[in-house]
């Protein structure tokens, strides 16, 4: 009886939903992998052995070349959302969200280009010269930079047009409360996502050398909190 209840609770028919997507598969692998990034520095930084640290580097290493895998030809999801963004032009989209969208989403197809391009590289399919293999994956850092960088401008941009929309809002009225609570809603949402830029963004700003206040132990930590909220955003979206 206990085993009917635990095969048969929502919560398991939830998560089978949940894994039969391929982007919830890889943000539970991009959460162990980031998790095993900073794992692996914290155990260095406490002498562990080499023993002790390997499996950390290993899953590190592994799962990331496996999501390398799951991103082959996506750039090309990217590249018509950027068109679709730009013929958008005569809609009600506002004229500077929808040319962030543009920036990100060609920042994307370029970052998922030159991945895909090193992923032939790393795995032995196609072998290239190890400085053109370095220009390549900074050049995906790059693209990948300056796609998250737009989404963060886009992320500013619409929490100070919702704070001034809220401003308008006459909690006196019924209606006006309605809104309030929806503009709430979205604040939180564009909070959430704004939170998953900003620790995305140690990732490539860390491989390009930007600063040198970073290191693999804040980088893990902080794509290990992205990865969660990827985790927790399609967990909802697949409910």
């Excluded at 990034?37 to 155990?43: D, E, I, S, V």
């Excluded at 930084?45 to 080499?50: E, I, S, W, Y």
């Amino acid at each position: 009886m206990v085993a009917d209840a635990l095969v048969y609770h929502p919560t398991v028919a939830h998560y089978l939903k949940f894994v039969a997507t391929t982007v919830g598969r890889d943000k539970l692998m991009r959460t162990l992998q980031y998790f095993s990034r900073f794992y692996a520095w914290y155990l260095y930084r406490l002498n562990g052995t080499p023993a002790e640290i390997a499996p950390f580097n290993a899953i590190k290493t592994q799962f990331g070349l496996i999501r390398k895998s799951l991103r082959l030809g996506k750039f090309v999801e990217h590249f018509k959302a950027a068109a679709q963004a730009w013929d958008a032009k005569n809609t009600s989209m506002d004229p500077f969200l929808r040319y962030c969208a543009i920036g990100r989403q060609l920042g994307y197809a370029g970052y998922m280009s030159c991945d895909n391009l090193h992923f032939l590289h790393v795995t032995g399919i196609r072998q290239m010269e190890a400085g053109r293999a370095k220009k390549l994956l900074e050049a995906a850092y790059r693209c990948w930079f300056a796609g998250l960088a737009c989404n963060s401008v886009a992320g500013m941009y619409q929490l100070y047009r919702l704070r001034e929309r809220r401003k308008k809002v006459d909690m006196k009225d019924g209606e006006g409360v309605v809104d309030a609570k929806r503009l709430e809603r979205e604040r939180s949402a564009v909070n959430l996502q704004l939170l998953s830029d900003i620790c995305d963004i140690t990732v490539p700003t860390f491989g390009l050398g930007y600063t040198g206040v970073l290191d693999d132990g804040l980088v893990g930590l902080a794509g290990t909190v992205s990865s969660l909220i990827g985790v927790y955003s399609v967990w909802k979206k697949t409910a």
